[in-house]
């Protein structure tokens, strides 16, 4: 069984997590360094480039948030091949043609040693741009893929759909609470942060809390109210124990009298919680017992299977709820739960390569983004062109160098850093784009020298 300890980076600080991958990744590997064998090719004269890019949006989406970046980086510093991982890929049949200096040698002493490029974990991209690029030894930047795919997919797709809970939520609060949803226990912490990333205010899962930093919170659950003979009694009990900071769950057995009950403590708790029913028409009924029982500061806080859609009709019917719980809608990203990232090799020993399989091109070269904006300091396009071209005028290059030669070149930035990125991009996106439903796309250009690129490259491969 494989040990999993939690960072305070959020990173899942295991060596084992080198295997956490496809096996054909390993038997690619395994390949590469065969060949360079037998063939005297060092590692040096074997560098291939690839990029981490999302080939379209998931439904109704019209902007994704890049997350996951400080994993990838933790993952790329850490890793190992350790005695016990290069013992069981030695006894795989399919390596027996493997010398067994890959097994003595090489796995032992193996650390990754690649240049990273990327976005801004926080910063707005669109499909067809690179937000991720790898550069190194065509077998270190090759087995990274699975394991990046997987924290940048996930989390991205989770920022990106709490991004759109947070443009309709305003400055309600909001709490992520998908925990027991989510698909296993480490995605439950990785959905709060990526949830925080996008603007939300806490979390119910703890790890993220202490590992993390996220505001963990949560209010009684109905087994607590049912263990006594009667509702009040579990509220008095929990009151007495929590005072203050008690939030009652008043909906196990009849909302409204629930609410009754609640208002014996005054101004004294902090809120009661609805979690079923027709949540627009109990907060308007609960809002009125509160109010004129005095109990006008109590909050009242609402879950069951929220989402942006849910969200909007309770704002728009004037629904005075002050905060909103959001789970499974989040955590599982249920309305389109697939992101379409991949990574893709662009350039192989200076020499720019493409895929062109039907549907499936990919742009050629090692690429930078750049981001305009308009007169009024929003976002106008961007401009997906080589590296080595000159910059366009009053553009923002979004790519930027983290790694160098396997090592941090920059200090990663914390998460509040993060989610104030976050929180001030959005402002300049344009309002058009933050619609729930498909909006225009986001212009995105190709430079001349990047579609000549292209163009000779699909004549040479027909």
């Not at 989770?158 to 989510?182: H, M, P, W, Y």
């Not at 080589?386 to 941090?408: F, H, T, V």
Request: hydrophobic share 35%; with cysteine.
């Amino acid at each position: 069984m494989v040990k999993m300890n939690v960072t305070n980076s959020g990173f899942i600080n295991d060596i084992n997590m080198i295997l956490a991958t496809d096996f054909y990744q390993l038997t690619m590997g395994a390949a590469y360094y065969q060949y360079n064998l037998e063939n005297n090719i060092n590692e040096t004269d074997d560098i291939a480039t690839f990029e981490l890019f999302i080939r379209k949006f998931p439904k109704n989406r019209n902007y994704l948030i890049f997350a996951g970046l400080e994993q990838a980086i933790q993952y790329l510093q850490n890793a190992r091949f350790t005695e016990r991982t290069i013992e069981f890929l030695r006894n795989k049949a399919v390596f027996k043609n493997i010398d067994s200096s890959y097994f003595d040698e090489y796995l032992p002493d193996f650390k990754f040693n690649v240049d990273v490029w990327a976005m801004r974990e926080g910063n707005f991209f669109f499909p067809n741009e690179p937000i991720m690029r790898v550069q190194g030894p065509m077998f270190h930047a090759q087995i990274v893929e699975t394991y990046l795919l997987n924290v940048i997919n996930y989390q991205t797709l989770v920022a990106s759909k709490a991004s759109r809970i947070k443009n309709i939520a305003q400055d309600k609060t909001l709490l992520e609470f998908g925990t027991r949803r989510s698909h296993g226990p480490l995605a439950g912490v990785y959905a709060a942060r990526a949830s925080y990333v996008a603007g939300f205010d806490g979390t119910s899962n703890v790890i993220a809390d202490l590992e993390l930093g996220i505001n963990s919170t949560g209010t009684m659950a109905h087994s607590f109210v049912q263990k006594f003979d009667n509702e009040s009694d579990s509220f008095d009990s929990y009151n007495i124990i929590y005072g203050e900071n008690s939030i009652l769950l008043i909906d196990t057995y009849d909302t409204e009298k629930g609410a009754e009950k609640s208002c014996k403590y005054g101004n004294k708790i902090r809120g009661v919680r609805i979690d079923s029913g027709d949540l627009i028409d109990h907060a308007k009924k609960v809002r009125k017992i509160l109010d004129e029982r005095g109990c006008e500061k109590v909050l009242i806080v609402a879950s069951s299977d929220l989402n942006e859609y849910k969200i909007k009709e309770i704002i728009d019917k004037k629904a005075p709820i002050d905060a909103f719980g959001v789970g499974t809608e989040l955590a599982t990203s249920r309305d389109d739960p697939t992101i379409s990232g991949v990574y893709k090799l662009i350039e192989y020993n200076n020499l720019p390569r493409i895929k062109i399989s039907e549907e499936k091109m990919t742009y050629p070269g090692i690429k930078q983004v750049y981001r305009i904006y308009n007169n009024n300091n929003m976002f106008k396009e961007d401009i997906l062109a080589l590296e080595n071209e000159s910059s366009p005028p009053n553009s923002e290059a979004l790519l930027i160098p983290i790694m160098k030669n396997g090592n941090l070149i920059i200090k990663l930035p914390t998460l509040d850093e993060i989610q104030q990125l976050y929180l001030d991009n959005i402002k300049k996106l344009p309002p058009s784009y933050k619609s729930l439903e498909e909006a225009q796309l986001f212009k995105l250009k190709i430079s001349e020298k990047l579609r000549e690129l292209t163009n000779s490259l699909i004549e040479k491969h027909p």
